[in-house]
């Protein structure tokens, strides 16, 4: 799973829900460490 974050790794919630051209955006990590990051 892919997480965009800011520079300080932390999860964007709000926006668009893709970024185009941006890689330097997304984290990769299992299912378990994106389900805790994206819960509101």
């Known amino acids: 799973m892919?997480?965009?974050a800011d520079a300080q790794?932390?999860?964007i919630?709000?926006?668009d829900?893709?970024?185009?051209g941006s890689n330097e955006?997304?984290?990769?990590m299992?299912?378990?460490h994106f389900t805790e990051a994206t819960a509101s």
């Open 2 to 4: 892919n997480l965009r």
């Open 17 to 20: 829900p893709v970024e185009i």
């Open 13 to 15: 919630k709000e926006g």
């Open 9 to 11: 790794v932390n999860p």
């Open 30 to 32: 299992c299912r378990k």
């Open 25 to 28: 955006r997304y984290v990769a």
